[in-house]
């Protein structure tokens, strides 16, 4: 895993920001929210410490979707562009950016399913990566799984960019 320097933003280009750091893991969640959220059968992120993300342009707007997970997305626009949690685990420190925000998001390549309760049939492909299921209401249990995708991780692949 190497440090990452990058910047991103929405699609109008209101909301930028620059990402400098290791990635922690990058998740592709099949949750039903995670879908909703994208319009998509997934999610594609790759999370890093909170610190390592500025934004440098405008301000995204946050709506919370559960009691332990807010998302962020441009006000203008509406693109959706990270997603962090405030369960009192260790994801508390992490925020996760949509890999299509990225300028380049060939940079990283997921290393984990996430939400695979939720993955579509026809969106299903053998890949070796790990499946973590996520149908808990719990926090406790939540950050039981949280603590289990950081151990799966192989640490975001990332290629220099």
């Known amino acids: 895993m190497s440090k990452m320097t990058q910047s991103g933003g929405c699609l109008c280009g209101a909301v930028r920001y620059e990402v400098s750091g290791e990635p922690r893991f990058s998740p592709m969640c099949h949750c039903r929210m995670c879908q909703k959220w994208t319009g998509s059968a997934m999610l594609a992120t790759v999370a890093f410490d909170r610190d390592a993300v500025v934004f440098t342009q405008g301000e995204p707007r946050v709506y919370w979707s559960s009691a332990v997970s807010e998302r962020g997305f441009c006000p203008d626009c509406g693109s959706s562009l990270f997603t962090r949690y405030t369960s009192g685990g260790a994801i508390d420190h992490i925020i996760s950016i949509g890999l299509g925000t990225l300028d380049d998001p060939e940079c990283v390549r997921p290393d984990v399913h996430y939400g695979a309760e939720g993955e579509l049939s026809w969106m299903r492909r053998e890949d070796g990566l790990a499946r973590i299921h996520i149908d808990v ?21 990332s290629n220099p960019c």
């Open 137 to 157: 209401d719990d926090p406790g249990d939540q950050n039981a799984l949280f603590e289990r995708l950081l151990a799966v991780s192989t640490g975001a692949s």
